[in-house]
């Protein structure tokens, strides 16, 4: 899938930056690579897909404009491309608050190159999986709105714990969410789940 994804670096760190593009270059990956949030902005109108085949990775905190800044300004365009934010653990928070904005994933520096490979892999897959319409919603009309957002974060590979955070929840609340969402959805395992959420039951 790698070779038809577009994604879009936005990361004022040189090194970091430059490192993470040519990683993502070397897994098939198209990479356009900026230093802020608005350099990303100028040139996004015209490095647009549309067609669910791309994803942006972006540091959370930044001088000229926060990756929650840049969330929000996608969002009030109506853009919902998926988006991936890596931070600091001190940034954690505010990762979390991007999670409930609707971000797919975020990852804690240090990261492996596997965990940035497969975020954006599931965040591309998630996006068409909604965009086609591939998890039955007869399926998900079982689900509540609460096992919804958290078949939506264990699909972002998030564990209970952040899952309970992120929700504002128990770890015992989620455990017993994630339950009734496996019953109802018909699964017993977490690949058989990732299967049905992403389109490939």
């Known amino acids: ?43 996004w109108p015209s490095r647009r897909r549309g067609d669910g085949a791309e994803c942006v990775v972006s540091d959370i905190r930044m001088p000229e404009m926060s990756g ?10 109506g853009c ?8 600091a653990h001190g940034d954690v928070p505010l990762a979390v608050e991007a999670m409930r904005k609707g971000a797919s994933n975020f990852l804690e520096k240090p990261f492996s190159d596997d965990a940035l490979l497969d975020s954006i892999r599931n965040a591309v897959a998630g996006a068409r999986a909604r965009g086609d319409g591939a998890v ?5 009309a ?22 309970a955070d992120i929700l504002g929840i128990s770890i015992k609340t ?9 019953a109802k959805l018909g699964v017993r395992s977490l690949p058989e789940l990732m299967k049905v959420a992403l389109g490939h039951g």
């Open 68 to 77: 929650l800044q840049l969330q929000d300004t996608l969002r009030r365009q």
């Open 142 to 163: 079982k689900l509540s709105p609460r096992e919804r957002q958290v078949l939506d974060l264990v699909v972002a590979s998030k564990p209970n714990k952040v899952i």
């Open 1 to 43: 899938m790698a070779t038809d994804v577009r994604v879009h670096l936005v990361d004022d760190n040189t090194p970091f930056r430059d490192s993470t593009a040519w990683l993502l270059e070397t897994a098939g990956f198209e990479v356009h690579a900026y230093p802020s949030g608005p350099a990303f902005l100028a040139e």
């Open 80 to 87: 919902n491309v998926p988006l991936v934010f890596v931070t």
């Open 174 to 182: 989620v455990e017993l969410h994630r339950a009734n969402m496996m």
């Open 136 to 140: 039955d919603s007869e399926v998900l």
